[in-house]
C-alpha cells in the first residue's frame, strides 16, 4: 500500500536551532517527492522537489535530503526563525494510477 | 495573476444545508485540484480535472460531495446535504502539468467550513 509517513507529529524548538523532520514511504515506482510548508490559515506552498537522482537540495535555511534506496527524505532547518513555525507536509505522487499521496505533516512551532 | 482564488474564505452552516465552494485557477494552468484538510486525517485529495474533464474521483468521500469544472476559469465543490463532519478546510489547487513529474501545484489560500 502507497503510504508517507512523516515524524515527528509536531516538534517544539527554540529561535536559532536546528531541527531535521523525517519523511518514510513505500510509494512505488518513485517518481519524486515534494516537501511543502503550510503556514497556519494559508495553503501549502512548495520548499522542494526532488526526483530519484538527487541526494540533496537546498532552499535558503531549508535543505532537504533523499535516500532512495531506504525510502527516508529528511527536511533540515537551519538557524530556525519565528516565521519557520508552520506544517511540513511530505508528499509523493505515483505514477501508475497518478496518485498523490500526502503525509499527514508535522507541526513546527519556533519559541523565542 | 492573483493566484488561485477561493470564495468564500470562511462558511458556516447547518447540518443538512447546501454547500457551494468556488475556485478560480491559474490562466493557463490545465489541471485542477480540490483537497480536504482536517486534523485527523491531513490532507486529501478528492478530486482533480484535466482541461475541465474530471480524471481522478476516488477521493470524493461519498455521494454527497460533487464537483464541476464548467470551464477553464472556474470549478465548484459542492456539499448536499452537508453534515458535521465535513468541517474542514477545503483547498483548491492549480497546476500546468500532472503529478508524476516534478512540478508545483499552486495552492489557495482555502475555505474553511464549519457545519453545525
Known amino acids: 500500500k502507497n503510504q508517507v509517513e512523516q515524524s515527528p507529529q509536531s516538534l517544539i524548538i527554540l529561535e536559532g536551532k536546528n531541527c531535521t523532520l523525517q519523511?518514510?514511504?513505500?510509494?512505488?515506482?518513485?517518481?519524486?517527492l515534494r516537501w511543502y510548508k503550510q503556514d497556519t490559515g494559508r495553503g501549502p506552498v512548495s520548499l522542494t522537489i526532488m526526483t530519484f537522482s538527487e541526494n540533496t537540495k537546498s532552499n535558503g535555511r531549508y535543505t532537504a535530503t533523499l535516500d532512495a534506496d531506504t525510502k527516508q527524505s529528511s527536511l533540515h532547518i537551519t538557524a530556525s526563525q519565528l516565521s519557520d513555525s508552520a506544517s511540513y507536509i511530505c508528499?509523493?505522487?505515483?505514477?501508475?494510477?497518478?496518485?498523490?499521496?500526502f503525509g499527514k505533516g508535522t507541526r513546527l512551532h519556533i519559541l523565542p | 495573476d492573483a493566484g488561485v482564488i477561493q470564495s468564500p474564505r470562511h462558511e458556516v452552516t447547518e447540518m443538512g444545508q447546501e454547500v457551494t465552494l468556488r475556485c478560480k485557477p491559474i490562466s493557463g494552468h490545465d489541471y485542477l485540484f480540490w483537497y480536504r484538510q482536517t486534523m485527523m486525517r491531513g490532507l486529501e485529495l478528492l478530486i482533480y480535472f484535466n482541461n475541465n474533464v474530471p480524471i481522478d474521483d476516488s477521493g470524493m468521500p461519498e455521494d454527497r460531495f460533487s464537483a464541476k469544472m464548467p470551464n477553464a476559469s472556474f470549478s465548484t465543490l459542492k456539499i448536499q446535504p452537508s453534515e458535521p463532519r465535513d468541517s474542514a478546510v477545503y483547498f483548491c489547487a492549480s497546476s500546468p502539468q500532472l503529478a508524476g513529474g516534478p512540478e508545483t501545484q499552486y495552492f489557495g489560500p482555502g475555505t474553511r467550513l464549519l457545519v453545525l
Open positions: 519523511c518514510n514511504y513505500t510509494v512505488s515506482p518513485f517518481s519524486n
Open positions: 508528499v509523493v505522487p505515483t505514477t501508475i494510477d497518478d496518485k498523490i499521496i
